[in-house]
Antibody
Framework: EMQLVESGGGLVQPGGSLRLSCAASGFTFSSYSMSWVRQAPGKGLEWVSVIGGSGGSIYYADSVKGRFTISRDNSKNTLYLQMNSLRAEDTAIYYC??????????????WGQGTLVTVSS | EIVLTQSPATLSLSPGERATLSCRASQSISSFLAWYQQKPGQAPRLLIYDASNRATGIPARFSGSGSGTDFTLTISSLEPEDFAVYYCQQRSNWPPLTFGGGTKVEIK
């Protein structure tokens, strides 16, 4: 069974940093692109960043470019999101999501349960 | 950036009724559109990909149609578990991958 489990969320002050992790199991992790998608409280879904299966092909939403860094360790089947210079508007549930087709950036067929990041003083 | 506009924002229906949800793209996205269902406190679940293909395990009462800029998600007969928020998402022109603002299907 495919599983994605996020961790690392919490309360952080504006300007602070946080590193999210997403542990994957039940599929060949290195074959699939992975994304982070966030959802502010009571709001809709916002794509944040994507990384290709080999760690290349990295893209970011303009709202996080230059502040967030996506990476992956295929030997550990883990996806990461390093978040720096955090702002109040980054407050959200952060989901890791697996793309559906091998080596393709398309839709998301599996999602983690999410981890809450709260940026507040 | 491709903007997806979903309508209506809220749909009030009774179990057994037919639900028709709309998603309109700001420019043509061919058939590169997906639909998701999200229930309170849960992650989204993929329902439909490439406009009209049901994802694994999705009941036949869910169907998708459309191409270009206009897309529809139809739930033929609402079950109690179908009351949720539905999002569309495009993968035609990225980055960024974009989502619509959502349609809430609520019990009338």
């Amino acid at each position: 069974e495919m599983q994605l489990v996020e961790s690392g969320g919490g309360l952080v002050q504006p300007g602070g940093s946080l590193r999210l992790s997403c542990a994957a199991s039940g599929f060949t992790f290195s074959s699939y692109s992975m994304s982070w998608v966030r959802q502010a409280p009571g709001k809709g879904l916002e794509w944040v960043s994507v990384i290709g299966g080999s760690g290349g092909s990295i893209y970011y939403a303009d709202s996080v470019k230059g502040r967030f860094t996506i990476s992956r360790d295929n030997s550990k089947n883990t996806l990461y999101l390093q978040m720096n210079s955090l702002r109040a508007e980054d407050t959200a549930i952060y989901y890791c999501a697996k793309h559906r087709k091998v080596a393709t950036i398309d839709d998301f067929d599996h999602w983690g349960q999410g981890t809450l990041v709260t940026v507040s003083s | 950036e491709i903007v997806l506009t979903q309508s209506p924002a809220t749909l009030s229906l009774s179990p057994g009724e037919r639900a028709t949800l709309s998603c309109r793209a700001s420019q043509s996205i061919s058939s590169f559109l997906a639909w998701y269902q999200q229930k309170p406190g849960q992650a989204p679940r993929l329902l439909i990909y490439d406009a009209s293909n049901r994802a694994t395990g999705i009941p036949a009462r869910f169907s998708g149609s459309g191409s270009g800029t206009d897309f529809t998600l139809t739930i033929s007969s609402l079950e109690p578990e179908d009351f949720a928020v539905y999002y569309c998402q495009q993968r035609s022109n990225w980055p960024p991958l974009t989502f619509g603002g959502g349609t809430k299907v609520e019990i009338k």
